[in-house]
T-cell receptor, first 110, second 115 residues
Framework: GQQLNQSPQSMFIQEGEDVSMNCTSS?????WLWYKQDPGEGPVLLIA?????ELTSNGRLTAQFGITRKDSFLNISASIPSDVGIYFC??????????FGKGITLSVRP | DAEITQSPRHKITETGRQVTLACHQTWNHNNMFWYRQDLGHGLRLIHYSYGVQDTNKGEVSDGYSVSRSNTEDLPLTLESAASSQTSVYFC??????????????FGQGTRLTVV
């Protein structure tokens, strides 16, 4: 079945630093999505990608749809304390179902 | 503003009881989904619906059921609650074409504890 791999499970960075997160799969995906979940809340869509090679920005966030269609990355520049949360990648593959990675918990030290 | 709301936000129930979690969306989205979130497992799909009277099983559907009698609501029922069903439950909806999942928008979640 379709699986998305996110690692590491947790990341710790200093305020002001940039951070990059990867999401990989052994199968091809047609859509890549990045979500952020704040404590006690539901996931919120950050960026959606629909074409291989697509690079999209949303403020300090930049995400890319990998050329092979088997990966995507999310960059956060100049991190701030409110960037703390769980970042999920998600994608739609051959079975047309939305699959989620297990998420990366980001901590930002002031 | 259009939104998706879940109720209750927190629920404690006893083993063996039937429990229903509500999900209501005002976007007029055709597609609705229920996920559970557990540490180490991320978000796992329980059931989903692509329209009125349509329901489908996800990867962890045992012990759960849904019904879709209108566009706005997809209630999730635990037929006989078990401790293994203690989790945080999220409802989501999307407007993508039938049988194709794309951008999904989530509710705030229901934290269910089965004692």
């Amino acid at each position: 079945g379709q699986q998305l791999n996110q690692s590491p499970q947790s990341m710790f960075i200093q305020e002001g630093e940039d951070v990059s997160m990867n999401c990989t799969s052994s199968s091809i995906f047609n859509t890549w999505l990045w979500y952020k979940q704040d404590p006690g809340e539901g996931p919120v869509l950050l960026i959606a990608l629909y074409k291989a090679g697509e690079l999209t920005s949303n403020g300090r966030l930049t995400a890319q749809f990998g050329i092979t269609r088997k990966d995507s990355f999310l960059n956060i520049s100049a991190s701030i304390p409110s960037d703390v949360g769980i970042y999920f990648c998600a994608g739609t593959g051959a079975n047309s179902k939305l699959t989620f990675g297990k998420g990366i918990t980001l901590s930002v030290r002031p | 503003d259009a939104e998706i709301t879940q109720s209750p936000r927190h629920k404690i129930t006893e083993t063996g009881r039937q429990v229903t979690l509500a999900c209501h969306q005002t976007w007029n989205h055709n597609n609705m989904f229920w996920y559970r979130q557990d540490l180490g497992h991320g978000l796992r799909l329980i059931h989903y619906s692509y329209g009125v009277q349509d329901t489908n099983k996800g990867e962890v559907s045992d012990g759960y059921s849904v019904s879709r009698s209108n566009t706005e609501d997809l209630p999730l029922t635990l037929e006989s609650a078990a401790s293994s069903q203690t989790s945080v439950y999220f409802c989501a909806s999307s407007e993508s074409p039938r049988a194709m999942d794309t951008e999904a928008f989530f509710g705030q979640g229901t934290r269910l504890t089965v004692v």
